[in-house]
């Protein structure tokens, strides 16, 4: 006589039943691990983007060892993050506006900015470019002293005032930087937007200025502060000669001659910047799948980590 299922004995197919609800729970556990795992190695648009704007514009911002990475984060494993930057957050409720200004940014660099400083770069000497360099740097020197000291860095505070009298009397005028090279004289480059994050302001929505890059209100602010700060706007340039309660140098009969002046001088220093990084993002344009976000990014964490400096 034939044996069905109908004849086995109940404990059998009790046992049989557990056997596939076993099978069923480990194919189920089996496809969480591959498909839902933080630990995933399919890499996300935006991390395709980041590693390669960040490579690119400071090498040494490679970790030598990847972060160890917590199972239970529902984030993925970015592996060029460094401790600390993991949890950045990227506030940018303006984005279709930022990235129009951005696009608009990029066409004037590819079509104006990186040409002019192509033939600016054949004609004036590497040596002479970062000379120039030195000399703005140099200029700014009363707002990074000032930054330092309303942070209660009087350290950094002294550092400038002995980088700006040497580089600016043996230096000649700050086209060598002579207090680096020889008085291994160095501090963090600090301004009004990190001042401002250093008391607790937050950097507000992320913004996108043309011409000027990348910002945050914050920093926005912060850059109107430095130029507030630095006595050259207000003695020689006619940025605030409308405030007749802010001494000048400069006769009115004059200021077209500075308008023209300070419009040249930053015309001089964008333009000397640009060539000397005219190999800075070389290739990342190709290979950066939203290059946008990693721009933003890579601002983002370059800010945050100069503040907690």
């Avoid at 009298?165 to 086209?175: A, D, E, P, R, S």
Wanted: one cysteine or more.
């Amino acid at each position: 006589m034939k044996t069905t299922a109908a004849y086995r004995p109940a404990c059998f197919r009790r046992c049989e039943y557990g056997l596939v609800l076993a099978v069923l729970l480990i194919m189920l556990s089996g496809c969480v691990t591959q498909n839902g795992s933080p630990s995933s190695l399919a890499p996300t648009i935006e991390q395709s983007a980041r590693p390669v704007l960040l490579a690119d514009a400071n090498p040494k911002a490679l970790p030598s060892e990847a972060p160890v990475h917590d199972a239970s984060s529902e984030e993925p494993l970015d592996p060029f993050s460094k401790p600390g930057e993991e949890g950045i957050e990227e506030y940018d409720p303006w984005e279709p506006l930022n990235t129009k200004f951005f696009e608009f940014n990029r066409q004037l660099d590819r079509w104006v900015l990186k040409p002019i400083a192509k033939g600016y770069n054949f004609i004036v000497p590497n040596v002479v470019q970062v000379g120039v360099s030195n000399i703005f740097y140099n200029s700014r020197a009363t707002p990074r002293f000032l930054n330092n000291m309303f942070q209660g860095k009087f350290t950094g505070a002294g550092i400038e005032v002995g980088r700006f009298l040497i580089n600016t009397t043996v230096g000649i005028g700050g086209f060598f930087d002579v207090a680096q090279h020889y008085f291994k004289l160095t501090t963090p480059e600090e301004d009004t937007g990190q001042t401002l994050g250093f008391y607790g302001v937050p950097p507000g929505p992320y913004l996108m200025i043309p011409i000027l890059g990348p910002y945050t209100v914050r920093d926005l602010a912060g850059y109107a502060g430095d130029i507030a700060l630095n006595p050259i706007y207000w003695l020689i340039l006619p940025t605030m000669h409308n405030i007749d309660s802010i001494p000048t140098v400069v006769s009115i009969d004059e200021r077209a001659a500075t308008y023209a002046i300070s419009i040249g001088a930053r015309a001089t220093e964008v333009v000397n910047d640009r060539s000397l990084n005219l190999e800075k993002f070389q290739g990342v344009e190709e290979s950066t799948l939203d290059l946008y976000a990693a721009v933003r990014n890579a601002y983002l964490q370059k800010r945050a980590k100069a503040i907690r400096e």
